[in-house]
């Protein structure tokens, strides 16, 4: 690890790591897969640094592989996960083409029909913009946001969201939000913390989204209720 200003600001790591299982990250994992099964939508995995984020993302990717045989395009900084190969497809971008602009990687994903967009991760206002300007209209997309906690991700997510076309925003994120995860897989998987809180949004909290009210994304995850599907999208059993 690489410290700056007294913490970890980069974790390396070897080059071709295995990917867990959702059944071993927990049945939470299991509940935000099944929310999964969707054309469009916005899925943030939020935690602190080296908290199993992109492990996450690495064992949703698998299982829309293997078991959902689909196109998923993934856009990362390294490419550390082995990945099965017999089905599915997996096209890989580095993460600074994730964009959607003429040359931008997320454009192409999108026109070749991309199932998933896997992004890991984002920390710029403008890939922000692009992930859910995508998630509203054409594409399913996971991304891994750092945070120290839900206060932190609220204020960063109201910076992404600053501009003239604000409240066109907000709008946006209040319907193609499908839920945040909280992740925390240092934890025991027995353990009287859970590893992982996914938090689907309810109609009243989808509203005050809209309105630029970010106050139940502070108030914490549910990963005990069983995951709302969002306005306009179904989902099979």
């Known amino acids: 690890a690489v410290f700056a200003g007294g913490r970890a600001s980069c974790i390396f790591t070897p080059a071709s790591k295995r990917v867990p299982s959702l059944d071993e990250i927990g049945i939470a994992a299991r ?7 969707r054309r469009t939508g916005l899925v943030l995995l939020t935690g602190p640094l080296a908290s199993g984020k992109s492990t996450l993302l690495a064992s949703l990717i698998e299982q829309n592989l293997e078991e959902r045989d689909r196109f998923v395009a993934l856009f990362a900084r390294s490419q550390t996960f082995d990945y099965p190969e017999d089905r599915g497809f997996l096209m890989r971008n580095d993460l600074a083409r994730f964009r959607l602009g003429a040359e931008g990687g997320l454009a192409l994903a999108i026109e070749q029909g991309a199932d998933l967009v896997a992004v890991d991760e984002i920390a710029e206002a403008s890939a922000f913009r ?26 960063r997510m109201t910076r992404y969201l600053a501009g003239e076309d604000r409240q066109r925003a907000e709008r946006q994120l209040s319907r193609a939000l499908v ?22 949004p309810s109609d009243a909290e989808r509203d005050a989204l809209s309105g630029g009210d ?15 599907a969002a306005p306009g999208f179904s989902r099979t059993p």
């Open 31 to 37: 509940r935000l897969s099944a929310d999964l099964d």
């Open 179 to 200: 839920g945040i995860a909280d992740v925390d897989l240092s934890r025991p998987a027995e353990g009287p913390e859970p590893r992982l809180d996914w938090w689907p």
């Open 130 to 155: 692009d992930a859910l300007a995508a998630a509203s209209r054409t594409a399913l997309v996971v991304a891994v946001i750092e945070s120290e906690g839900r206060t932190e991700l609220s204020e």
């Open 214 to 228: 970010f106050s139940s994304i502070t108030r914490g995850a549910t990963s005990a209720a069983p995951p709302a």
